[in-house]
């Protein structure tokens, strides 16, 4: 994907947040999403305060006085943004996220190739901007998918962008069956990712460690199957594994006990 379709693609979500967001009541705004103690318009705020900090701007002096549902250093932060915002109207947060994200989208349309190619500090530790660009496609999708189920309106699991967030997580799959899941040399397991955005992923386990295969093993030791939604809500943490297990969201053939332990090690996020 050359640097002006990653531009392209972070344009499409942003875009598609902004059209989801702007005919909404401020009771919508308020819902409560599956980010625990956030609500949709926390969503956006969250997002607000990434790119306002990736443009360099000041962080608000502001200390949350509830930080319950806080899990670690990196909830601490953004809760800062978020909670900064949550007495604000719904309607104003949106208008600071175009603002933003405007900027930013001003900005890496001027970018060269050289530019995009210049290192940088990702959340993931150091890359290129085209690589944080990246991250940030993902990051973004992955909010307006939080913001789209809390409200009960679906869309944005096909496409580019899908495709690409799906990717993500599935890249970090190896890991999770080897070192996450614990799962022996010489296993073999095949997630099988049901949707236009999914794909087949077949991953071996060899001196400890997980890779991807370049196609499937005739005999898997076992293969989980599951559909876009499912997979990134189990990938980022959203939904429990148990109960994806139990409502038949994921299906497990084979070494089902090993599936089980896989699934229930599929959350990447921090």
Same mark, same amino acid.
């Given at each position: 994907?050359?640097?002006?379709?990653?531009?392209?693609?972070?344009?499409? *979500?942003?875009?598609?947040?902004?059209? +989801?967001?702007? #005919?909404?009541t401020e009771s919508q705004w308020k819902t409560p999403t599956d980010c625990p103690g956030?609500?949709?318009?926390?969503?956006?705020?969250?997002? *607000?305060?990434?790119?306002?900090?990736? +443009?360099?701007? #000041?962080?608000p002096d502001h200390t949350p006085q509830d930080t319950s549902h806080v899990k670690n250093d990196v909830g601490q932060s953004n809760e800062v943004v978020v909670d900064f915002r949550r007495s604000w109207p719904g309607q104003h947060v949106l208008d600071e996220f175009r603002e933003l994200t405007g900027q930013r989208l001003t900005f890496l349309k001027g970018l060269?190739?050289?530019?995009?190619?210049?290192?940088t500090q990702t959340p993931?530790?150091?890359?290129?901007?085209?690589?944080?660009?990246?991250i940030r496609i993902f990051d973004a999708w992955v909010h307006e998918q939080d913001i789209r189920r809390a409200l009960g309106?679906?869309?944005?699991?096909?496409?580019?962008?899908?495709?690409?967030?799906?990717?993500?997580?599935?890249r970090a799959l190896p890991f999770v069956t080897a070192r996450k899941a614990q799962a022996p040399?010489?296993?073999?397991a095949v997630f099988n990712i049901t949707g236009v955005a999914g794909s087949v992923v077949p991953v071996a386990v060899e001196g400890g460690r997980g890779k991807e295969l370049d196609a499937e093993p005739d005999s898997p030791t076992v293969t989980i199957t599951t559909d876009v939604e499912t997979f990134v809500c189990l990938g980022c943490g959203r939904w429990d594994p148990s109960e994806a297990l139990a409502s038949g969201k994921v299906t497990v053939s084979g070494?089902?006990?090993l599936g089980d332990t896989i699934v229930n090690q599929m959350n990447i996020m921090i």
């Open positions: 994907m050359g640097n002006q379709q990653v531009v392209d693609l972070m344009e499409h *979500v942003w875009s598609s947040i902004d059209s +989801l967001c702007s #005919p909404l956030w609500s949709v318009q926390d969503q956006v705020s969250h997002l *607000v305060g990434a790119e306002s900090g990736i +443009l360099g701007n #000041p962080g060269s190739d050289d530019g995009f190619a210049a290192e993931i530790g150091p890359g290129t901007i085209t690589e944080f660009v990246r309106i679906p869309g944005e699991l096909e496409g580019p962008v899908a495709s690409h967030s799906v990717g993500r997580i599935a040399d010489g296993v073999t070494d089902t006990a």
